[in-house]
């Protein structure tokens, strides 16, 4: 099934959180998640992982965003996907 998952998900994180859901884990643990890319204005490049862990019902817990990222916009993507 996890071979299935990720081949269908733009990301590893974002084929974990529907695997783990799907089978009832609530709590998943990984390194970094992806984020909100410097220039966005831009790229318009936004993780996937954001996304799907604003509407997938798990917990991640994770060391934070990878620094190469835009993090205060990061954390207002995040709020923003959970208020919505």
Request: some cysteine; proline content about 4%; aromatic content about 4%.
């Amino acid at each position: 099934m996890l071979a299935v998952c990720v081949a269908l998900s733009p990301t590893l994180h974002t084929a974990y959180a529907r695997v783990v859901s799907q089978v009832g884990i609530r709590v998943f643990v990984t390194g970094g998640i992806g984020g909100v890319h410097r220039g966005v204005e831009a790229t318009m490049d936004i993780s996937a992982d954001l996304t799907e862990l604003g509407r997938t019902p798990v917990a991640v817990v994770c060391a934070g965003v990878k620094s190469i990222l835009d993090i205060p916009r990061t954390l207002e993507f995040l709020v923003l996907c959970v208020m919505m």
